[in-house]
């Protein structure tokens, strides 16, 4: 079966540093993926996603993703962390074989960002 | 205009209750998705609706049962409410059951059993 992994379920960032958020996924064909950012008391919102071409990919708020099939992995992150970047960020695939009626999510990443 | 809409945001009630929660999608998409999150913050898919016709059903107890009365709603009616149902619920849509396509939440409804 499908899963994924987020590496750390919390990662605490100075504002201006590096965020860098972990994502592996075990599949032996790479499924679509997604991250996506949830803000307190709020729903999910997408930030990127990979489906197939360019494997690096740019998403909203400086958030950018790189997909690389042999490590099975699609690592999150930002030069650069702001303040409002605190939130909550998950990781999610969708198998090609499930015609995106079943996305599989990660655990989730906390975010925390010190001033 | 709110693109996925649920009612309502909080519900409190006791066990043993039924409660239902809505949800509306105005964005013309046709599969729609129910999710619980729990207090981890863990996000598991419940049900898939693509066209109105249920296509995932992931193990969900019975005593939750979904219903869609056309491809913009669906809403999720839980029978004899349990302690373990304390959650926060999340309806989302799709615009087809492709996998390349995100999903768009609406806000939750942060359900409390006591």
């Known amino acids: 079966a499908q899963s994924v992994t987020q590496l750390g379920s919390h990662v605490s960032v100075s504002e201006g540093a590096l965020v860098l958020l972990r994502c592996n996924y075990s599949?032996?064909?790479?499924?679509?993926l997604f991250w996506y950012v949830q803000y307190p008391n709020q729903g999910l919102q997408l930030l990127l996603k990979y489906t197939t071409g360019a494997t690096l990919v740019k998403g909203i708020n400086g958030f950018e993703a790189e997909f690389k099939k042999s490590e099975t992995s699609f690592h999150l992150t930002k030069p650069s962390a702001h303040m409002s970047d605190a939130a909550e960020y998950f990781c999610?695939?969708?198998?090609?074989?499930?015609?995106?009626?079943?996305?599989?999510f990660g655990a989730g990443t906390r975010l925390f960002v010190k001033a | 205009d709110t693109a996925v809409s649920q009612t309502p945001k909080y519900l409190v009630t006791q066990m043993g209750n039924d409660k239902s929660i809505k949800c509306e999608q105005n964005?013309?998409?046709?599969?729609m998705y129910w999710y619980k999150q729990d207090s981890k913050k863990f996000l598991k898919i419940m049900f898939s609706?693509?066209?109105?016709?249920?296509?995932i059903n992931e193990t969900v107890p019975n005593r939750f049962s979904p219903k869609s009365p056309d491809k913009a709603h669906l809403n999720l009616h839980i029978n004899s409410l349990e302690l373990g149902d304390s959650a926060v619920y999340f309806c989302?849509?799709?615009?087809?059951?492709?996998?390349?396509?995100?999903?768009?939440f609406g806000p939750g409804t942060r359900l409390t059993v006591t």
């Open positions: 999610a695939v969708s198998p090609l074989n499930t015609g995106g009626f079943k996305t599989i």
């Open positions: 609706y693509n066209n109105k016709e249920l296509i």
């Open positions: 989302a849509s799709s615009p087809t059951g492709t996998a390349e396509y995100e999903q768009y």
């Open positions: 599949s032996s064909v790479p499924p679509y």
């Open positions: 964005l013309g998409h046709d599969t």
